[in-house]
């Protein structure tokens, strides 16, 4: 398990009311009970099976403000291989650090995390909503964007940022071919992103003893 999924999965511990419910909700994610997370800005969604009963979960976490995603897009562009990890399923622990040092608080705390959940148990995150909250950190061990994504910075605005600040950058004399060269540019992005999958792809492949060529 990645440092950030074990960072998560702690915050998961302090979020719980009593062991003995982290232990069942950790069971029930384990047992495939928890359905298809639904990973919004600020919130997870799903659906839990319990024997005959099937409950919705709603998680909520509070999003960064405007100035820490600036200050976070600033700091994912200041080393150029940091856009290529977080598409190779990586999350750079400096950066963490770098965005701790400059105030932001990407990994949030337990008691950050809110759940609601229609069994409507009276102490919160209830079973349900610790299964949920166990079966996340399994969905970001290979996927850190889906963490960016739940605290408010969705992978698309991301890039489109990073792409803003490469034009600005670039000053009023690219300002003629703005247009097509941004579209360029950001088809560079997109290029280096798909590519880095890609490569990740691969070396997960070849790791498990598998063939690459069937990637192809």
Known sequence: MPWWSKAWSRAVEEAAYHQDELRTGRALARRGAVGSITVGSGSLVAAVTEGDDAWTVQVTVPVLGEEAIAILVELVAAESGRIAELAAGQLPHQLIEDAEDSGVELLPYGSELAAECSCQAWAQPCVHGLAVLTQFTWLINDDPFQLL?????????????????????????????????????????????????????ILQVIESGGDPDHLF
Do not use: M, N, Q
């Open 149 to 201: 994504l739940l605290r408010g910075l969705a992978k698309e605005t991301l890039l489109a940022r990073l792409h803003r600040r490469s034009v600005a950058a670039a000053g009023p004399s690219a300002d003629a071919g703005a247009a097509g060269e941004g579209a360029e540019d950001e088809a560079d992005v997109d290029a280096a992103y798909d590519a880095a999958v890609r490569a990740a792809r």
